[in-house]
């Protein structure tokens, strides 16, 4: 492969370095081939800096320059100032969607050209034959590139051999080959072409061929045999010839357990292919639907029982035939852990639903749901028939089922080596809760980013028939999770995409219009603009966002540009991988005993920062009451949010796991809200200040402990604002009030902006007003600004 990033172009334009010029030769053949028609229309790919394009438009075509790096575009308008007839686009022909035509202009083009760039493109076949695609009648691609056979060995990369060549002839009716100064010039024709089967010579006996069964009951158990050689097994076995894999699955199964079944009830979901001493072991994996009988013992030479196991057991069962193993996990990814790795080739074909379930599941599936209707999360009929209907012990198939059906937990499916969850299926309360602040009709289209399998099914039986549910995730093996879980129990009305969702939903799957609802379920520090983009106007979307390290499920109306919040959830979620993916500036102390986080960062300018920071815990504590109580039953979450947004200098102070000092009073593990300001350090903590045996009799107020010289000012500025949030937020009734917050594009100023505290991130400025501050002029919240006014530096 010889895949070069886009940044190491980048670097290479802007280093002012180019390529091989294009010769007369070059020239010469293309204005005896491919002469331009009246009112042709050419697509030059990777065209660099323009060369190739201006001579195109010179010789009559309108032409589409396009290179995957802006850097290369601007060269080439700085070197081509009065190039007519061209327009300049940064694309990536892999991965992006075709320009339009200009207005007025008929589709297709009449010429496509690549020269110098067909060794760079990793899915040759399939690019080629996608610009195939776009030539209009009689147009033709022309490909010109470096030939191995006249090119440096240490600059072989940049060119094509000659079965390369010939794979890329291979997809055209017509193809003309000629020389150009040792490079290739080649003129295809007619995209389309056709194949031929054809036959090697008598292979080798080096592999095997074997099928395994999978079939399951009534309660959804699926059937393992215990073998005369000690292990659990699949029913299957060789394919005889002249067989079919799925005719030799049915058939053992008869022959191995006396179950019947029927062929068109004999589906191949995947093949798997590993590798046993020198033997390549090859095994289609047949998933039969449907069956008749009661397993017994036709063949006690091999087998001494057939036994119905439920799927969360699987991982307790002792041995197990390494490719029974193989294809039960290939089933239900996650039931067995810890494999080795095996090639898996899924087949496209489709299979219907498998039905079953043991009768403790429905009865758990209706206790849930009774939990989440009397709790307020499931008031909509059809919320609530989706927990009633959607059986989530299947998408949970390696979980017990009084696991799968807690309404509180969130069940981890996918960790990090340290052992932090990177994919999990949320508390289904709190799934609930984030569908039921989408108001979704049926019919309606929705977007899931980051998937799982079982919200998508919730939102596809909430939607109903004529709805559509795309979900996409980052993680491969997440993908093959949903995807085998809603094609086992779904609905089918799930498309399950792969891809970073930052990205949005592909765009063949956006519906006109766009999409009436998206929710995204991971963390998010930031809102990618593309999920504003492929929503509908009026549409709504719901996701987990961090505002100062502190994590709200929001539910947001799109109003134009911009984004109106409707509903807050206090909430936990998984993090955020891929373009999302982001790690918290941290400054560590007293030997990392103690962190600081700037979780809005960046962190501020490092010199002498610690320094001062570790003197000042070294000094005098002051301690400020604030006179804010809080006691059982009472919700203090909207205070953590009201200081992360309206203080300047926010922090979060730290002590790791497993850490200890007595600099500062926070329990190991956790953290506490901070300010810096003014050389000095304050953070708020709480103090029991009644105790009590019964817990409506226990009390804590909240304290401020500062450090430095301004200890006390800037402590007393961190106590003002819990009293503000006591007095505004809090209120007599001691009902938190949600603040008003709308999120606006990047690129607003400050006198766009509605009144509020503002808080910007790299795609977005989000305004919060909390009552009692409805009268402020926008104030960032930026923590390099704060450092500046807390070291007296300036900006």
């Not at 892999?94 to 320009?99: G, K, N, S, Y």
């Not at 007025?104 to 496509?112: C, N, P, Q, T, W």
């Not at 020389?179 to 995209?191: E, I, S």
């Not at 503002?758 to 919060?768: A, L, M, N, Q, T």
Request: proline content about 7%.
């Amino acid at each position: 492969m010889r895949h070069v990033r886009k940044q190491t172009w980048q670097e290479h334009y802007d280093a002012g370095l180019g390529f091989r010029p294009l010769s007369d030769a070059e020239q010469a053949l293309l204005a005896e081939h491919v002469p331009a028609p009246e009112g042709g229309r050419a697509l030059d790919v990777g065209s660099g800096t323009g060369e190739l394009a201006v001579v195109l438009a010179r010789m009559g075509y309108h032409v589409d320059a396009v290179d995957c790096t802006e850097g290369a575009l601007v060269r080439a308008r700085a070197e081509h100032p009065g190039a007519q007839g061209v327009r300049w686009l940064c694309l990536d022909i892999e991965h992006d969607v075709l320009p339009s035509p200009p207005e007025g202009a008929e589709g297709g083009y009449d010429l496509v050209t690549m020269r110098l760039s067909a060794a760079f493109i990793q899915s040759r076949s399939r690019v080629l034959r996608a610009l195939g695609a776009q030539l209009r009648e009689g147009g033709a691609l022309v490909i010109i590139t470096p030939v191995v056979e006249h090119t440096p060995q240490e600059r072989r990369h940049i060119a094509l051999d000659e079965d390369e060549l010939s794979q890329i002839t291979d997809g055209f009716e017509e193809a003309s080959r000629f020389d150009a100064q040792g490079l290739a010039v080649l003129v295809l024709r007619g995209p389309g072409g056709s194949f031929t089967a054809v036959e090697k010579g008598r292979p080798a006996p080096q592999a095997v061929m074997g099928a395994a069964a999978v079939v399951t009951n009534a309660a959804g158990h699926v059937l393992l045999g215990r073998s005369t050689r000690g292990m659990w097994e699949l029913p299957g076995g060789r394919i005889e010839a002249g067989e079919s894999a799925q005719t030799a699955a049915v058939r053992e199964l008869e022959e191995e357990t006396g179950l019947t079944a029927s062929e068109k009830n004999a589906h191949i979901i995947a093949v798997l292919h590993d590798d046993r001493l020198d033997i390549r072991r090859i095994s289609p994996l047949v998933r039969v639907t449907c069956w008749e009988g009661e397993p017994g013992l036709p063949e006690p030479e091999k087998f001494s029982r057939w036994e119905w196991h439920p799927l969360h057991t699987l991982a307790t069962l002792g041995k197990i035939f390494m490719p029974s193993a193989q294809a039960l996990n290939e089933v239900w990814p996650g039931t067995l852990p810890g494999l080795p790795p095996v090639h898996s080739y899924p087949c496209a074909t489709t299979v219907p639903p498998v039905p079953g379930e043991p009768a403790e599941a429905a009865l758990l599936r209706a206790r849930m749901a009774d939990a989440v209707v009397a709790k307020g999360w499931a008031q909509c009929p059809r919320v609530e028939a989706a927990l009633r209907e959607v059986p989530r012990h299947r998408f949970l198939p390696e979980a017990p089922l009084e696991q799968a059906y807690d309404d509180s937990l969130a069940v981890v499916t996918v960790r990090e080596p340290s052992g932090s969850a990177l994919s999990s299926v949320s508390a289904v309360r709190l799934q609930a809760g984030m569908i039921e602040s989408l108001q979704l009709e049926p019919g309606a289209a929705v977007y899931e980013a980051g998937s799982g399998g079982y919200n998508a099914e919730l939102l596809a039986h909430v939607v109903g028939p004529g709805g559509q549910v795309v979900t996409s995730d980052i993680d491969e093996y997440v993908v093959r999770r949903a995807r085998r879980f809603t094609a086992e129990a779904g609905s089918g009305r799930v498309s399950v995409v792969h891809g970073d969702a930052a990205h949005g939903a592909p765009a063949h799957l956006v519906p006109r219009g766009g999409f009436d609802a998206i929710m995204v379920t991971y963390s998010c520090w930031d809102i990618a603009p593309v999920w504003k983009e492929q929503l509908a106007e009026g549409g709504r979307l719901v996701l987990p966002l961090e505002l100062g390290g502190y994590t709200r499920a929001i539910t947001f109306q799109k109003q134009g540009d911009v984004l109106l919040a409707r509903r807050f959830t206090h909430c936990g979620f998984v993090p955020a991988q891929g373009m999302h993916a982001r790690s918290t500036p941290t400054v560590s102390l007293l030997d990392g005993r103690l962190r600081i986080r700037f979780e809005d960062g960046p962190a501020p300018g490092m010199e002498g920062l610690e320094e001062w920071l570790e003197e000042a815990l070294r000094g005098r504590r002051y301690e400020i009451a604030t006179g804010v109580t809080t006691g059982p039953g009472s919700s203090f979450d909207s205070l953590q949010l009201y200081l992360a947004t309206t203080v300047p200098g926010f922090c979060r102070l730290a002590i790791p796991a497993g850490q200890e000092t007595s600099a500062v009073l926070i329990t190991p593990g956790s953290n506490a809200p901070a300010v810096l300001g003014d050389a000095s350090l304050a953070y708020l903590t709480y103090v029991q200040i009644r105790p009590g045996e019964a817990g409506e009799e226990q009390e804590w107020e909240w304290y401020v402990h500062a450090f430095g010289d301004q200890g006390p000012a800037v402590g007393e500025k961190l106590a003002d604002t819990v009293r503000a949030w006591d007095r505004d937020v809090r209120g007599d009734d001691r009902r938190n009030a949600d603040p008003a917050v709308t999120v606006h594009p990047a690129k607003t100023p400050d006198h766009r902006l509605p009144s509020g505290d503002v808080v910007d991130k790299p795609h977005c400025r989000i305004v919060v007003r909390w009552p009692g501050r409805d009268a402020l002029l926008p104030s960032s919240t930026n923590r390099a600004e704060a450092h500046a006014v807390a070291t007296g530096g300036s900006m």
